[in-house]
Each structure stands twice: as C-alpha cells, then as structure tokens.
C-alpha cells in the first residue's frame, strides 16, 4: 500500500504544478483523496490500432491528461503504446496522465477479475493504472469486486468504480460492498440530464463521470439551437456548451474524437461560464430517457452477457 500512496502523492503533486502552468484541465478530487482530471479523452469505437495510436498522442499534445478504454474496446495495447511513446517524447510524465481501463462482464468473477486486470495491464505496459471500473452492472459483480478490492489494496489501482450503474442497482450495491464505488461512469449529456442518479452517487461520496457527453452525435446537438444560441454568446459552438454544461454541474466528461481540430475545440471549455438560467435551458432540453442503450431492455442485457472481450 505504500507504493500506491507514493503514486498518489506524487500524481497530486504533478496534477497542482500542471495547473498552475496550464498544461492540464482543472480537476475533481475522488473520495480516496485522489486527484481526476474533469475533462478526459475516450477511445470508445476505435478499435484501428494506429488510428487509435495517434489519436492518444495528440490527445495528449493538445492537453488532455485522462485517457479512458476498456477491456472490450479491443485497443488497451495501442493507448499503452502511445503512453509510452508521449513520456520517451518529454510531453509528460506518467504521474501527470490519468489511465483508466474497465473490466467486461465475460470476466466478472474473483478469479476472472484477477486474470483479466492482470491482461489488461500488460496490454497496457503499466505498473498501476489510476482508475479501474466494472463496465457493466449484470454477471457476478461482488465476486468482481472483491477481486478489484484487493487490487486496490495491493496498491495496483488508484482509484476503483463502476459504469452504467443507474440508481437502483448503484444504491444496492453501494449499500453492500466494503469499498464505495469512488466513480460511476454513466451516459450523461443536455438530452438525457440523469439529475436524481447524480444526487444518489453523490450521498455515497461517488463522482459522476459522463460518457457520450455529445450524445454521441444525435439530436442535431452540433447545431442544436438553444445550443448555439447560447454560444454565440461566448464565441463558442454548440458542442462546446454541451460539455461547458456537464463540467459546471460537477460531472467529469469524455468527449472523444479522431480528429485533432476537434480534440482541441472540445477541450477549450475553461474561459466562459454558463448563467444559472442558460444552465436551465439546456436541462429543460432532458428527453428523460437514452436514445442511445436501455439497460432494461431484455435484449440488451442479453446481448452485453452473450459478449465476449478477448
């Protein structure tokens, strides 16, 4: 435990000195202490491993320093290799980036858990990885995360959560494990608002992080008009307002893009802030329910634990 206490400390430390030279987002601190970073970099649906490669590196050029994949995106070793690459390079050390990985349903148990990070990480090629989260809330999640407690103890793994927990079953299991989740990832964007599951992660000390934050493209929300109503008003696109919005009601996002124009207008979200009615305005866009995945669909879950990740 010490070796993961020296890890955060050191992190903390290069997260403060990033900030005030200006090379990284302003952060959250988790319930652990640990220092996340508001605004990451996702790598969902980019499975090329050069695209995926380059990507990361001008992620990280441009100044995100939070790069969330998954056991089941099918690209940890490309993100491990543009890790590598950008700390040989000088652009940063390791303790400035904050890696996040997630383990799929196909090995939800005590056992499959251990295997599976243990994978994960030499795909990867790290020595601790900062975030590590269920992906998904069916299969033998306590056997899961026993294992993924014990990790954490062991110091391999800063900072431990879930994804796609939504209210009900996040306050279950919230309720019955030792270790609170620290993170629940959740589909979090101006149609699909999600306050009440904010307000219930928050009573246990757990921060929202948003994936989708652009609702992956649908809606118009590129040109939506209250979007770019508002922007207009700051100089900004519709996009981002819709990212402003997340961040300003405490919601750590995930905008992901291939290209690098995008990559830097999606991270230029820090010189305006939003009025408490624009805030409103763009809440009042809430459909109430995703467009995207139900999770209560018997067809969804059945085909999330038909899935295999390796």
Known sequence: MENIKLCNARANESHESSLSNGRMQPGVTLSNGVEMPLEGFGVFQVPDPAVCKQAVLDAIRTGYRLV????????????????????????????ELFITTKLWV??????????????????????????????????????????????????????????????????????????????NQ??????????????NMKRYGCQPQAWGPLAEGKHGIFSHPVLSDIGSRYGKSAAQVALRWNVQRGVSILPKSVHRERMEQNIDIWNFQLTDSEMQQIAALDLGHSEIIDHNNPDIVRYILSTTAE
């Open 68 to 95: 969330d994949t998954a056991q089941v995106y099918m690209n940890e070793a490309a993100v491990g290799e543009a890790v590598r690459e950008a700390i040989a390079e000088g652009l940063v050390k390791r303790e």
């Open 186 to 199: 959740i589909e979090l964007h101006p149609f699909f608002v999600q306050q009440s599951s904010i307000d």
């Open 106 to 183: 196909s090995d939800f148990s005590y056992e499959g858990a251990k295997g599976a990070f243990r994978r994960s990480m030499e795909r990867l090629g790290l020595e601790y990885l900062d975030l590590y989260l269920l992906h998904q809330p069916f299969g033998d999640i306590y056997g899961a995360w026993l294992a993924i407690e014990e990790l954490y103890n062991e110091g391999l793994i800063r900072a431990i959560g879930v994804s796609n927990f939504h209210p009900g079953k996040f306050t279950e299991f919230a309720e019955l494990t030792g270790i609170k989740p620290m993170v």
